[in-house]
């Protein structure tokens, strides 16, 4: 065997083993960057759509307050609900056929909801709800009434 031909074989030994060492650094680069569980989003921001409501309203007179959630995904464990404080006059707040208390959570039935608001005072009237989810994203919306004879 002549010089050339041991240079060729030589040449292509180192060749394969290059080749070979590539391959495998290339499989444990690959798998090693592979989970073994799936990386599923359960938190999705929302945003809370209200249709518009009067602005002022009698003593006894009831409003009813149509609520929207748009997220921006799904997830089939995310549970809303929903809150409220009044600050200026008195009425109550009515759910799904329930009066909420002022500050405690009430669990939404789905992403569209009615929420009535049952004035009992003769001034104006203000007040918050929050709508919040099981993974601490909250919206807040204000209302203000003002008084009116009937």
Not at 18 to 28: E, I, N, Q, R
Not at 47 to 64: F, H, N, Q, R, Y
Request: with cysteine; glycine share 6%; charged share 25%.
């Amino acid at each position: 065997m002549n010089t050339f031909e041991k240079e060729k074989r030589s040449f292509i030994k180192r060749l394969v083993l290059m080749a070979g060492t590539a391959t495998l650094l290339l499989m444990v680069l690959v798998l090693h960057s592979c989970e073994k569980e799936l990386d599923i989003q359960t938190d999705f921001p929302f945003e809370l759509d209200v249709m518009p409501v009067p602005k002022s309203i009698a003593k006894g007179e009831t409003i009813p307050i149509r609520c929207t959630i748009r997220a921006d995904g799904s997830y089939s464990s995310t549970k809303y609900y929903t809150r409220y404080f009044q600050f200026d006059g008195t009425g109550k707040l009515i759910v799904s056929g329930k009066t909420l208390k002022p500050n405690d959570l009430f669990p939404l039935l789905g992403k569209e909801f009615m929420i009535y608001y049952v004035s009992e005072s003769t001034e104006t009237q203000a007040f918050d709800i929050w709508v919040s989810d099981n993974n601490g994203n909250e919206r807040k919306i204000s209302f203000q009434f003002n008084s009116k004879t009937k």
